[in-house]
């Protein structure tokens, strides 16, 4: 039982939740055992930039339990700040144990030390807590 703690960058807030998806997803399993022969559509909205992105990386761990698919890639198809809502598409596979190679299980996204800041430069930060 632990935490891990994520700070991913971009300049556009498309490019921000992408690159906080993908350290999650890397997070999880290696990427290159993966094939991106599903793709799962994915809607999130809520009050605030901070919340959607809680919303956001929280829907990816929900889906992954669920439907039992490991994820290598993830589209931002829109997002808005006000409202705060995003749409998006993910791509994977089925879960299979002897094919992939996975690295633990992320239970949660913490709002511990949760931020998501646009830099004086118009580029995009924001820091996040899982819980393993």
Do not use: C
């Not at 993910?90 to 830099?119: C, D, R, W």
């Amino acid at each position: 039982t632990g935490d891990l703690g994520l700070r991913a960058y971009g300049e556009t807030p498309a490019a921000l939740f992408t690159n906080a998806a993908m350290g999650l997803l890397e997070t999880v399993a290696d990427l290159d055992t993966i094939k991106a022969v599903v793709q799962i559509e994915i809607e999130v909205s809520a009050d605030s930039v901070e919340n959607m992105l809680v919303a956001w990386l929280g829907e990816l761990i929900f889906r992954h339990e669920v439907d039992e698919v490991l994820f290598r890639q993830v589209e931002i198809q829109e997002i808005s700040e006000s409202p705060s809502t995003l749409s998006a598409v993910v791509h994977g596979e089925p879960m299979g144990l002897a094919k992939h190679v996975v690295y633990t299980e992320i239970k949660s996204v913490t709002y511990h030390q949760l931020f998501v800041e646009q830099n004086p430069d118009g580029s995009w930060i924001a820091q996040v807590i899982f819980d393993l």
